[in-house]
C-alpha cells in the first residue's frame, strides 16, 4: 500500500509558476513509477507527465512539453512537478499517481492515487 500526499497548488497569474510536490510513504515507496495528471471541471482527468522509479526516463503530454518538467527525489520519497509560464487552461486539480508495472502517461496503468491539490491561474 502506497499513500500519496499532494501539496504546493494555489492560484497564480498567467506567466507565473507553480511547483507541485508528491510525498509518497509506504512500502517501497521510492521503487514506484509516478505519474501527475490533471482534471479541469466538466472534463476528463489527462495525463500530464510520468517519470521512471529511478528517475531515468520521463515523458509528458505532447501539449505540455516545455513549460513542465517532472522530477523525483527518491531520498525524501517526493516527486515535483514544476510548472512554468502557466495559461488560464492549465486550470485544474491535480493528482500524482504511483505504479507498480511500468512508467506510462495511461491513468489505466496507475495503482495509487492522492487526493488533489488545486492549481487555479487567473489571466
Known amino acids: 500500500q502506497v499513500q500519496l500526499v499532494e501539496s504546493g497548488g494555489g492560484a497564480v497569474q498567467a506567466g507565473g509558476s507553480l511547483r507541485l510536490s508528491c510525498a509518497a510513504s509506504?512500502?517501497?515507496?521510492?521503487?514506484?513509477?509516478m505519474g501527475w495528471f490533471r482534471q479541469a471541471p466538466g472534463k476528463e482527468r489527462e495525463s500530464v507527465a510520468a517519470?521512471?522509479?529511478?528517475?531515468?526516463?520521463?515523458y509528458y503530454a505532447d501539449s505540455l512539453k516545455g513549460r513542465f518538467t517532472i522530477s523525483r527525489d527518491n531520498a525524501k520519497n517526493t516527486v515535483y512537478l514544476q510548472m512554468n509560464s502557466l495559461k488560464p487552461e492549465d486550470t485544474a486539480v491535480y493528482y500524482c499517481?504511483?505504479?507498480?508495472?511500468?512508467?506510462?502517461?495511461?491513468?489505466?496503468?496507475?495503482?495509487?492515487w492522492g487526493q488533489g491539490t488545486q492549481v487555479t491561474v487567473s489571466s
Open positions: 517519470i521512471s522509479w529511478k528517475g531515468y526516463s520521463t
Open positions: 499517481a504511483a505504479a507498480s508495472r511500468v512508467v506510462s502517461l495511461r491513468k489505466t496503468d496507475y495503482d495509487y
Open positions: 509506504g512500502r517501497a515507496a521510492s521503487s514506484y513509477a
